[in-house]
């Protein structure tokens, strides 16, 4: 078991709802063990810097300040993943070193940390915030760190140091594998693609672009591939229900996020008022987490989409672990402290790559939702995560694509 030194308590206080946030540990502590699997003494020490607002001060004359109480909390829980992964790291025997900044200056402009702070880190975590990270990049650059960043950044953030890294999956890559996916299974049957612009045009153009690039004009779809695409907006479809073929099997594609939810409501009441028409439907990965979405709907359509994180609660290391986790907060561990969990246990095993060489490292406390596959943006430049599996809505159920049974050949319906 590890051993715990120097410990720090600051509580926060939210009066609009009177929950007392406490962060433990903001400051620097370490956790040891004696290893009994790769019978190394590893050291490993890792920086974390979040917006903890720790010079906040609520007015009760003045509206709540909702955006920085937000951001706290996102940090705590980002905090509690990086400290479960070292709490499983000390069980096994490894010596972890932690050490927590906030990443918001004080009232008079003096940040919290400094490059003293950072010398002799393995990895920094954060921040969170881009205005922080623009200001730290180049600072944890000269360190030598591994630079790990929380939060989806623009590819401009990673230029010029392969040492960065953003943990959150890239969209762009679950675009490829759903172009390609259309492709090989729908190449004989109508596809159209709604396209709603806005936050999601980056999505749009990537898949205009692998689809009109390296899919037809490949000769095996070339020839028998059918592709329109509708002008959409956030809250219409557009021509949609004109382009829908009776006679044909449509497969309609939207790559529009949550911000489009007026779409998709529509998109989903069209498809209902086509109920005798062949329709299946790629989408966004965020249309799993909208409400309204009707499971007939799903069922009817075959919906696919890429979704990167899943926990699989039926096996028994991730039960294990997040027991570890109810044990050290008293409660369930949310999407960001999964994240962060899952980057802090990757970056440690990549430090033993480094380290010790090609090894069973199979031992190791292993992530629980996350799979990591690197690709670096360009030549000489930080890295992103490109792993996206297809999900498809199957049987009441969401299975992987690769196991939903083939689509017949479709039988153009005879007329009366």
Known sequence: MGVIHQRTSFAFSKSVSAIVFMATFLGAFSLQGQSDSLQ????????TILPFFMDLVEDQDAPPARRELRMREIALENMHGIQWAA???????????LGFFDEVADSLGHNHWGIEDIYDADVVFGPLQLSPISLSRRIIERTGAEHILLTPVPEAFLSGSDAIRTIAPSKLHSVDLMARDIAEKHSQDNVVFVMTGGNDVALEERFLDVFNRELQTDTVYADSLL??????????????????????RNVIVSLAGRSSRSMHSNLQMAVQINDSTDIFVYSHPELKDLGFIDVTFLERTR????????????DSATIAAVKVFQGQFDTHPSKYSLRAHDAFLDAFKRKLERDMGPMDFSV?????????????VDQFS??????????????RQWCASDSVPTLLDFIKPELD
């Open 227 to 248: 592709f329109d695409t509708v002008q959409a907006s956030r809250n219409s479809i557009g021509s949609l229900s004109e382009k829908l073929d009776y006679y044909s």
């Open 40 to 47: 190394v003494q590893t050291d490993f020490y890792a920086v």
């Open 303 to 314: 919906m696919t989409m890429p979704v990167s994180e899943e926990v699989n609660w039926s």
């Open 382 to 395: 930080g890295y992103v995560n490109k792993h996206w599996e297809l999900k498809t809505f199957y049987n």
């Open 364 to 376: 190791l406390p292993a992530p629980i939702a996350t799979t990591f596959d690197w690709v670096a």
């Open 87 to 97: 709490e499983r790291l000390s069980n096994a025997g490894y010596h972890i070193e």
